[in-house]
């Protein structure tokens, strides 16, 4: 039961820590609560159906779907959380005065919804599709322990969503002037922890070369599977031996996220 | 469109096949060389679905019911890298030995 907790927690975690993040990011955007809604479910009737033909799906480019269909979801998200950054550094400033002027009313923001709810969708939708597989493999086994593993899934998920509501819980704690930079370097740090693992899916389809494998190895010190180590995967990719094509991805989508902002930052906001 | 990408071609890689059965990795120790990239089929007989993870190998793939998943490794260097099945961890236990 234990390890039916675990393993769907570890899968919510980072679907979680992405909705609580953007949900303090879109805090002044009108009516943002039923987009990001929509997104989660979304994401989690995707998980569904992505899960009912992944068997398929992984047959394809030689067996090695399942990376593509992976480094396509998280190409597309990264895009997605990098267009929010990009719109938010020449828009933030001045919905950032306009919420504390108007004390706390709300702005409009279509173009970062459109960013965060399908950034969402595709989070929930690549690790929900893990656990739909994980749970369907729980239904239709024989285990006697079948409903101690249904009620162990249960509370990984109340886990996982825990973690981000106390993400968000702290990020609202933050003043609304300081907000949209500190959720800015985490979407960040989100989007090239995601290049990052694109990076990883696309070695693993032997589409990439790993370079040198591990670049480095931290495991002794802050193994991938503890505590922090969970968070900080999650968080911001943390990986304990990566090999150097992980991290030279992980540095570029940094660095032009990094750079695109700081330009639209320059830029009168239209 | 994807199989004729450069990349995926593995006529040359060394080909190495774990299978699952009863949750359990046969061989649970496998020998490859180090050095080089190898290709790792995992023969899941099993009718649950397993994911395939290492924390050593930085790997991960989920491995359907009745179905083989392909995961490539390396080059590694010198040393034992485990892995588990990480949807039944309690039994399937295994490692990769590069030698």
Do not use: C
């Not at chain 1, 990376?67 to 396509?72: G, L, M, N, S």
């Not at chain 1, 981000?164 to 002037?177: E, Q, S, W």
């Not at chain 1, 740090?189 to 990883?200: I, K, P, T």
Request: glycine letters at 10%; a neutral charge.
């Amino acid at each position: 039961m234990f390890a039916a907790t675990l393993i769907v927690f570890r899968e919510s975690l980072e679907a979680a820590l992405v909705i609580g993040i953007v949900a303090a990011a879109t805090r002044p955007i009108a009516g943002r609560g039923w987009w990001i809604a929509l997104g989660a479910a979304a994401g989690v009737a995707g998980s569904v159906g992505v899960a009912a033909v992944a068997g398929s799906i992984s047959q394809l480019a030689g067996g090695s779907g399942q990376e593509f269909f992976t480094a396509i979801v998280l190409a597309l998200a990264v895009a997605m959380l990098a267009w929010h950054n990009i719109w938010m550094a020449s828009h933030g400033r001045h919905m950032a005065a306009q919420a504390r002027d108007l004390g706390q009313s709300l702005v409009r923001g279509d173009v970062a919804l459109t960013a965060i709810v399908t950034a969402i969708a595709l989070t929930v939708l690549r690790e929900g599709s893990e656990t739909v597989l994980f749970l369907v493999g729980i239904a239709s086994s024989a285990h006697s322990s079948r409903s101690a593993l249904a009620v162990g899934s249960l509370l990984g998920l109340a886990a996982g969503g825990g973690a981000g509501v106390l993400i968000y819980a702290g990020l609202v704690r933050v003043p609304v002037k300081r907000l949209f930079v500190v959720t800015g370097w985490l979407i960040l740090l989100l989007a090239a922890g995601m290049a990052g693992q694109f990076a990883r899916v696309l070695i693993q389809a032997d589409v990439l070369p790993a370079l040198a494998s591990p670049l480095w190895d931290t495991s002794s010190w802050m193994p991938e599977d503890s505590a922090v180590g969970t968070l900080l995967h999650a968080l911001m990719g943390y990986t304990a031996q990566p090999s150097a094509t992980q991290v030279l991805f992980y540095f570029t989508a940094l660095g032009l996220i990094l750079v695109a902002m700081r330009r639209a930052q320059t830029k009168p906001a239209a | 469109m994807l199989a004729s990408l450069p990349g995926v071609t593995y006529a040359a890689d060394p080909e190495f096949t774990i299978q699952l059965r009863e949750h359990r990795f046969t061989p649970s120790e496998i020998k490859v060389p180090a050095g080089t990239k190898v290709k790792l089929v995992i023969d899941n007989q099993d009718s649950t679905p397993e994911e395939f993870d290492s924390f050593a190998l930085n790997r991960e793939k989920i491995v359907f019911a009745n179905s083989k998943a392909i995961v490539f490794i390396g080059p590694l260097k010198p040393g034992r890298y485990e892995f588990i099945g990480e949807f039944n961890q309690e039994s399937a236990k295994g490692a990769v030995v590069a030698e």
